[in-house]
């Protein structure tokens, strides 16, 4: 499965960006799929996940201000990030879990200027 993230890009503190993923195949509801975020220097971070519609976890340094959704028969899933700040500055990457196989994509670049 191949994942393609995209929506990054350089904001002004305060502002949003919506992040989206597309899987190359059919996903299914019950597949956890998630976003992570590296900053230089940093360890790779779980930013939110989403198992079915409706089960959804949260890094507690963005709740309340990011929201992840999927839309299955899209095989995607989306990241609304609001009130970014400059600590939420990374490369965030979009994660899928099939089985005993995860798959990563290719990361996109969110910037976010004080």
């Known amino acids: 499965v191949q994942l393609q993230a995209c929506g990054g890009g350089l904001v002004q503190a305060g502002g949003s960006l919506r992040l989206s993923c597309v899987a190359s195949?059919?996903?299914?509801?019950?597949?956890?799929m998630g976003w992570y975020r590296q900053a230089p220097g940093q360890q790779r971070e779980l930013v939110a996940s989403?198992?079915?519609?409706?089960?959804?976890n949260y890094a507690d340094s963005v709740k309340g201000r990011f929201t992840i959704s999927r839309v299955v028969a899209k095989n995607s899933v989306y990241l609304q990030m609001d009130s970014l700040k400059p600590e939420d500055t990374a490369v965030y990457y979009c994660n899928l879990a099939q089985g005993s196989a995860v798959y990563w994509g290719q990361g996109t670049q969110v910037t976010v200027s004080s």
């Open positions: 989403i198992i079915s519609g409706y089960n959804t």
């Open positions: 195949r059919t996903i299914f509801n019950w597949n956890p």
